[in-house]
């Protein structure tokens, strides 16, 4: 397509020495994770973020807290991918559940993950949910914002067709796979708009919320914001992202067939909804607290 920008030849694996493989992907979620803890550790540290200049939870507890994050983001996000997006095949194939290595995470799954963990968390050690919660909102957008960056290397989750200048000429199955388009076919690349929206855009307003207006003094804030801010986000670009072969099939086992084309809404819309009302409705709360 005239104008379209070809994809940078970037090697999902950093590095490999014999069976054991460094990807980008899996430094994305390494990353991110520390850079939560750096975030969560400074909030912790500044006593007069908080509601009466108490801290939820002492910094010594983190070590604790990421061992939660960590279990909750894979097992959950691992279970999400199985059970949203690809159930038959699973369920005929079930000793290749654990084998993450071959990709396969959900976003969504993660989420819940998370919340069954912090949730866990909070009754084991005594830490107020609102707060613990609004610390893991702040902490969480590094990894979102990196992962995206992953899956724009790994060439994976590109946008629907367009001849936009910004166009990126994916390699393999998303040059070939554009009906009435003759040679190359170019794509939104769809993960570099959820990186800045999900990543840097909302990520820079929850710090300035807690660093700069005081929200982390008032419960479910933070939380609320990143819900309402993700949904909001992730519904949008679902407009211009591909959406999941799986869910365009005629058989799949959940006799769903979603096509924006045909104005229903696609898989990731209908896991953005809640969040979005859930976020809301936790902002609403929160506001309301005197």
């Known amino acids: ?77 691992r279970l999400g991918y199985v059970l949203f997006y690809r159930p038959r095949y699973y369920l005929e194939n079930l000793i290749e559940i654990p084998m993450i290595w071959t990709g396969g995470l959900s976003f969504h799954g993660g989420f819940l993950g998370v919340v069954i963990a912090v949730w866990l968390f909070s009754r084991r050690h005594a830490v107020p949910l609102p707060a613990l919660s609004d610390i893991i909102a702040l902490a969480a957008t590094p990894a979102v914002l990196l992962v995206r960056l992953a899956n724009f290397i790994n060439a994976e989750l590109w946008g629907r ?34 990186a800045g929206l999900e990543g840097l855009l909302l990520g820079a307003i929850l710090l300035l919320l807690a660093f700069r207006f005081g929200a982390l003094k008032r419960g479910w804030l933070m939380t609320g914001v990143f819900f309402a801010g993700y949904g909001i986000s992730r519904f949008a670009v679902e407009f211009v992202r591909q959406p999941d072969e799986f869910f365009q099939s005629p058989d799949n086992p959940l006799g769903w067939r979603w096509d924006f084309g045909d104005w229903g809404l696609t898989m990731g819309q209908i896991l953005s909804t809640p969040m979005i009302l859930i976020g809301l409705a936790l902002i609403v709360l929160a506001l309301r607290k005197r």
Not at 4 to 25: S, T
Not at 164 to 182: M, T, Y
């Open 161 to 194: 067709p367009t001849d936009l200048p910004w166009a990126i000429v994916f390699p393999g199955e998303a040059a070939q796979d554009c009906p009435d388009v003759i040679g190359a076919c170019a794509r939104h690349p769809s993960q570099l708009y959820e």
């Open 1 to 77: 397509m005239f104008g379209a920008l070809p994809f940078p030849q970037i090697d999902p694996v950093i590095f490999q020495i014999g069976p054991f493989a460094l990807r980008w992907y899996a430094l994305a979620y390494i990353v991110g994770i520390a850079l939560g803890w750096m975030l969560i550790a400074a909030a912790l540290r500044r006593a007069h973020l908080w509601l009466n200049d108490t801290p939820p939870m002492a910094t010594a507890k983190l070590e604790d807290l990421l061992t939660y994050i960590v279990i909750g983001v894979i097992g959950g996000g």
